[in-house]
């Protein structure tokens, strides 16, 4: 089989197939309220210091008004807490309460694991011939917008 043939059916299939994994491993019991959609705004924000709408808004490549949407949506579901800066009342700030805190881990969770089972049996020049080749796949989806 051509070499570039099977890297685009590979990159084909990862791409169809990681929205529905991922979505698998965190859509348990406990987070049935949670799209994967939810767990990158999630993770956006972080767990840590209060985060601008217009900083988290940048790290998902989406607009304010679409993350205010999801942020209301997470408010409702108690993932997330927003508050006016003291020092701007027209900035909103966001931050993860404990049960968003707990989804947090919940995910990288997931992420560590992902990344260990794809690496495991790799030697350090594949890891880094694998992570060279995720870069320019990266680049490419970046000046494609």
Excluded: C, W
């Excluded at 089989?1 to 979505?23: G, H, P, Q, S």
């Excluded at 988290?56 to 997330?80: D, E, F, Q, W």
């Excluded at 927003?82 to 805190?101: H, I």
């Amino acid at each position: 089989m051509d070499i570039n043939k099977a890297l685009n059916d590979v990159l084909v299939k990862v791409f169809r197939n990681i929205n529905t994994v991922e979505e698998q491993a965190i859509r348990t019991e406990e987070y049935k309220d949670v799209t994967v959609n939810d767990m990158h705004v999630i993770e956006a924000i972080g767990i840590g210091e209060r985060k601008n709408m217009t900083t988290v808004a940048k790290a998902l490549h989406v607009t304010t008004g679409t993350l205010t949407i999801s942020i209301n949506s997470l408010v409702k579901k108690n993932y997330v807490e927003r508050a006016r800066s003291e020092e701007d009342r027209r900035v909103v700030l966001v931050s993860l309460t404990p049960k968003g805190q707990k989804a947090f881990l919940h995910h990288k969770q997931f992420h560590e694991q992902m990344i260990q089972a794809i690496v495991e049996e790799l030697s350090d020049e594949e890891k880094h011939v694998l992570e060279k080749a995720l870069n320019r796949i990266h680049q490419f989806f970046l000046s494609s917008r």
